[in-house]
């Protein structure tokens, strides 16, 4: 049971690029999301998912992407990455009906050049 | 706008002492109340947690204390020790849809 994993621990992009962070969990969770962290203002929702084929928007979408075409699976799209998306990422997961307790991931740590 | 606001932004306690980390919130549609640590490197890790039908949940060293009149929690970690040492969230959550994070706590405990 590997819970909530998140590739790749590091990434540099240069300004104007596209990637994705990739986030997996093998504890059937229905409530998926992603987060970003920077210093001095905590964690801040981006898109979330209550299931596969549901996505809503967080605090801070802009600039972001994600789809839930599995349980397992929730990946975050950056489309034209900016400087200002030099951030710390997170994603977590819950049972959501049964649990709202989140289970994060180990992060993913950008820099945008 | 801050959904939850948190402080101190730094706490140093003695070891043995009481460490007292406060969080207020505006939202009364709020039912879920969780304290996260966080070491560095790594991801939050859940702490403890309240639903706003109770003013107080102890587990262990760690108590939440919950002021729904105050619109008000705070987390209490008594006999601190210094592998507390960590950064402390609050959060509030509508249903374990959308969570608002505070800033955080850095706290330290001193031997």
């Known amino acids: 049971n590997a819970g909530v994993t998140q590739t790749p621990k590091f990434q540099v992009l240069k300004t104007g690029q596209s990637m994705t962070l990739q986030c997996a969990q093998d504890?059937?969770?229905?409530?998926m999301s992603w987060y970003r962290q920077d210093p001095g203002m905590g964690l801040r929702l981006i898109h979330y998912?209550?299931?596969?084929?549901?996505?809503d928007q967080g605090e801070v979408p802009n600039g972001y992407n994600v789809s839930r075409s599995t349980t397992e699976d929730f990946p975050l799209r950056l489309l034209s990455a900016a400087p200002s998306q030099t951030s710390v990422y997170f994603c977590?997961?819950?049972?959501?009906?049964?649990?709202?307790?989140?289970?994060f991931g180990p992060g993913t740590r950008l820099t945008v050049t | 706008q801050q959904q939850v606001k948190q402080s101190p932004q730094s706490l140093i306690v003695q070891k043995g002492g009481i460490s007292i980390i406060n969080c207020a919130y505006e939202?009364?549609?709020?039912?879920?109340f969780p304290w996260y640590q966080q070491f560095p490197g790594k991801g939050p890790a859940l702490l403890i947690a309240?639903?706003?039908?109770?003013s107080e949940k102890k587990e262990g060293r760690f108590t939440i204390s919950f002021n729904k009149s105050a619109k008000q929690f705070s987390l209490h970690i008594m006999d601190s020790q210094p592998g507390d040492s960590a950064t402390y969230f609050c959060?509030?959550?509508?249903?374990?849809?959308?969570?608002?994070f505070g800033t955080g706590t850095s706290l330290t405990v001193i031997p």
């Open positions: 977590a997961s819950s049972a959501y009906g049964t649990s709202y307790e989140q289970y």
């Open positions: 504890m059937n969770h229905e409530y």
């Open positions: 998912s209550v299931g596969a084929g549901i996505t």
């Open positions: 939202n009364t549609a709020f039912d879920y």
């Open positions: 309240i639903r706003p039908d109770v």
């Open positions: 959060a509030a959550s509508m249903k374990g849809n959308q969570f608002y």
